[in-house]
T-cell receptor
Framework: AQSVTQLDSHVSVSEGTPVLLRCNYSSSYSPSLFWYVQHPNKGLQLLLKYTSAATLVKGINGFEAEFKKSETSFHLTKPSAHMSDAAEYFC????????????FGAGTQVVVTP | GAVVSQHPSRVICKSGTSVKIECRSLDFQATTMFWYRQFPKQSLMLMAT?????????EQGVEKDKFLINHASLTLSTLTVTSAHPEDSSFYIC???????????????FGDGTRLSIL
């Protein structure tokens, strides 16, 4: 079975400072991993995805994530936080069933202070 | 491209009524649609997977008679919460994918969600 664990439920950063959101995965197979962002009362927007190509994945809005098999991690980073980055972030793994269902992590709430 | 529209965005109704939520793919044909529920401050939980023209497959613990899913066309799936009670209050989100079963590599496109409040 596949699963993801987000290590921080809340992260607070100052505007202009780096953001790090941590995610560890568990999978018997080479996983497909995603990061989604959710703004209040909104659906989900895909930030980036890893599907066994390059281990460093660049996404939208300056976000990137690095797949590290040795550490079973897929941490999300951004060099400089913007106020608009305040949102909920989900690390997601695709289940290896025929339907490709998604298994969501518990989420990390990001607060950006001026 | 790949826009999914959910309607309504918010609904408030009395206990005991039934509520229908629509999920539409606006610019592609969605063979597969997924329905999720999200309680406050919690993650998304998959409720069911629907394939156009077939019965939906529900996740363990989800009452299929309570949450009726219809996916009669390639652009529309509906979720009906029957005889809704306060504990059904939640944020419901749909996603849609062009391919059916065995097309798991295709992306899911999410709607903006429906906030359901039962008084």
């Amino acid at each position: 079975a596949q699963s993801v664990t987000q290590l921080d439920s809340h992260v607070s950063v100052s505007e202009g400072t780096p953001v790090l959101l941590r995610c560890n995965y568990s999978s018997s197979y080479s996983p497909s991993l995603f990061w989604y962002v959710q703004h209040p009362n909104k659906g989900l927007q895909l930030l980036l995805k890893y599907t066994s190509a390059a281990t460093l994945v660049k996404g939208i809005n300056g976000f990137e994530a690095e797949f590290k098999k040795s550490e079973t991690s897929f941490h999300l980073t951004k060099p400089s936080a913007h106020m608009s980055d305040a949102a909920e972030y989900f690390c997601v793994v695709r289940v290896t069933d025929s339907w490709g269902k998604l298994q969501f992590g518990a989420g990390t709430q990001v607060v950006v202070t001026p | 491209g790949a826009v999914v529209s959910q309607h309504p965005s918010r609904v408030i109704c009395k206990s005991g009524t039934s509520v229908k939520i629509e999920c539409r793919s606006l610019d592609f044909q969605a063979t597969t649609m997924f329905w999720y529920r999200q309680f406050p401050k919690q993650s998304l939980m998959l409720m069911a997977t629907s394939n156009e023209g077939s019965k939906a497959t529900y996740e363990q613990g989800v009452e299929k008679d309570k949450f009726l899913i219809n996916h009669a066309s390639l652009t529309l799936s509906t979720l009906t919460v029957t005889s809704a009670h306060p504990e059904d209050s939640s944020f419901y989100i749909c996603s849609a994918r062009a391919g059916g079963e065995h097309y798991s590599n295709q992306p899911q496109h999410f709607g903006d969600g429906t906030r359901l409040s039962i008084l």
